[in-house]
């Protein structure tokens, strides 16, 4: 059964001070690794995509890596705003999606 | 604006009466799936439809039913409650899960329902 295991469960940051969360995951033939951003009472948001290992996306202050094993989502110099729960899914070869429970990231001024 | 609209919001309901949550999106997109989100185990996805009239079970589907008559439409229904289906519902739709590069997932803003 396909795993994926997100660490860890909640971060709380000092604005500005950098850290990373980690997605790690079992499946294999790995179709695509995604990243969501959820804020308290919506839906997650899409983030980005990442399909190979060594590949990396970025966007303001984040950014995604990938290897074959894991991804890592840098937050550099993080701002309150920033605040939210961040999630990870990755996709089989049989287009099935499984999701991570995700990192609960507080910034505080 | 895409979206994916979800109602109710909230739900507080008694064990055994049939409840239904409407989703519909409005970006004539073919795939929709329903998730529930409970505390430290992420989404867990219920039933998804890859087109109309097309169904299939996830990895939770009992006690649960979805019909697909429309594109636009997906209804969750729960025939007869029950507290353990006491979660956080969402409902996400994409053109296609074989492009999801290209067309994300897109959630609805959840139902939270409670069955006493």
């Known amino acids: 059964e396909d795993q994926v295991t997100q660490s860890p469960e909640a971060l709380r940051l000092q604005e500005g001070e950098s850290s990373s969360l980690n997605c790690s995951y079992t499946?294999?033939?790995?179709?695509?690794l995604f990243w969501y951003r959820q804020d308290p009472g919506k839906g997650p948001e899409f983030l980005f995509t990442l399909y190979s290992a060594g590949e990396e996306k970025e966007k303001e202050r984040l950014k995604a890596t990938l290897t074959k094993k894991e991804s890592f989502l840098h937050i550099t110099a993080p701002k309150p705003e920033d605040s939210a729960t961040y999630l990870c899914?990755?996709?089989?070869?049989?287009?099935?999606?499984?999701f991570g429970a995700g990192t609960t990231v507080t910034v505080r001024a | 604006e895409a979206q994916v609209t979800q109602n109710p919001r909230y739900l507080i309901t008694v064990t055994g009466k049939k409840l239904t949550v409407t989703c519909s999106q409005n970006?004539?997109?073919?795939?929709m799936s329903w998730y529930r989100q409970d505390p430290g185990l992420g989404l867990r996805q219920i039933y998804y439809?890859?087109?109309?009239?097309?169904?299939d079970k996830g990895d939770v589907p009992e006690g649960y039913k979805v019909s697909r008559k429309e594109k636009r439409n997906f209804p969750l229904i729960l025939e007869s409650p029950s507290p353990n289906q006491t979660s956080l519902y969402f409902c996400?739709?994409?053109?296609?899960?074989?492009?999801?590069?290209?067309?994300?997932?897109?959630f609805g803003n959840g139902t939270r329902l409670t069955v006493t």
């Open positions: 439809s890859m087109n109309v009239e097309v169904t």
């Open positions: 970006m004539n997109h073919e795939y």
């Open positions: 499946v294999s033939g790995l179709r695509g």
């Open positions: 996400a739709s994409s053109s296609s899960l074989d492009r999801l590069d290209n067309s994300p997932l897109h």
């Open positions: 899914a990755v996709q089989a070869p049989d287009y099935k999606l499984s």
